[in-house]
T-cell receptor, first 109, second 114 residues
């Protein structure tokens, strides 16, 4: 089956700086890679996703890059704000969704 | 955007009772529903996958007689934790997926068993 690894597990950045979270996957058949933001006591919310036929996707301050050859994809958040503080999960879709272990992001005002 | 409503958001009950959690897709037809369990500071663990009108497929180690899943319609799935015990206390999250759509999550149900 698929194995999704996510790094780092915790990340602290100053407000206004960029944050980068990386994930690797093992199943070359995986073709869809969403990123979810989970705030305390809530369910994960989809923030951006990318399909395997695209190398990069951007939505305002959030971007995702995908390297199919190396089997890794990354979430980039620019100009971070305190409200970006949350736990972020990557996922890879093969025959089912496989989630990364999560990154707790803290944006320091 | 697509919305999944999960109810209740928090439930506290005595050991030995059964608890039902509802998951509804409000503006799309969820042909597949997923149920996850999440422990504090951990990732989501898939418990089972259900397709509308079919029996749920449970992940290894998940007791199907304890965690009863019903997906009788394209907009509603329920998870019933039977004879709940303190070790069943957790955060349960459902997710719905329609044809050609990404997965959308409910806001979770915090289950506390006394």
């Amino acid at each position: 089956g698929e194995n999704v690894e996510q790094h780092p597990s915790t990340l602290s950045v100053q407000e206004g700086d960029s944050a980068v979270i990386k994930c690797t996957y093992s199943d070359s058949a995986s073709n869809y890679f969403p990123w979810y933001k989970q705030e305390l006591g809530k369910g994960p919310q989809l923030i951006i996703d990318i399909r395997s036929n695209v190398g990069e996707k951007k939505d305002q301050r959030i971007a995702v890059t995908l390297n199919k050859t190396a089997k890794h994809f990354s979430l980039h958040i620019t100009e971070t704000q305190p409200e970006d503080s949350a736990v972020y999960f990557c996922a890879a879709l093969g025959n089912q969704f496989y989630f990364g272990t999560g990154t707790s992001l803290t944006v320091i005002p | 955007g697509a919305v999944v409503s999960q109810h209740p958001s928090w439930v506290i009950c005595k050991s030995g009772t059964s608890v039902k959690i509802e998951c509804r897709s409000l503006d799309f037809q969820a042909t597949t529903m997923f149920w996850y369990r999440q422990f504090p500071k951990q990732s989501l663990m898939l418990m089972a996958t259900s397709n509308e009108g079919s029996k749920a497929t449970y992940e290894q180690g998940v007791e199907k007689d304890k965690f009863l899943i019903n997906h009788a319609s394209l907009t509603l799935s329920t998870l019933t934790v039977t004879s709940a015990h303190p070790e069943d206390s957790s955060f349960y999250i459902c997710s719905g997926k329609g044809s050609g759509q990404p997965q959308h999550f409910g806001d979770g149900t915090r289950l506390s068993i006394l």
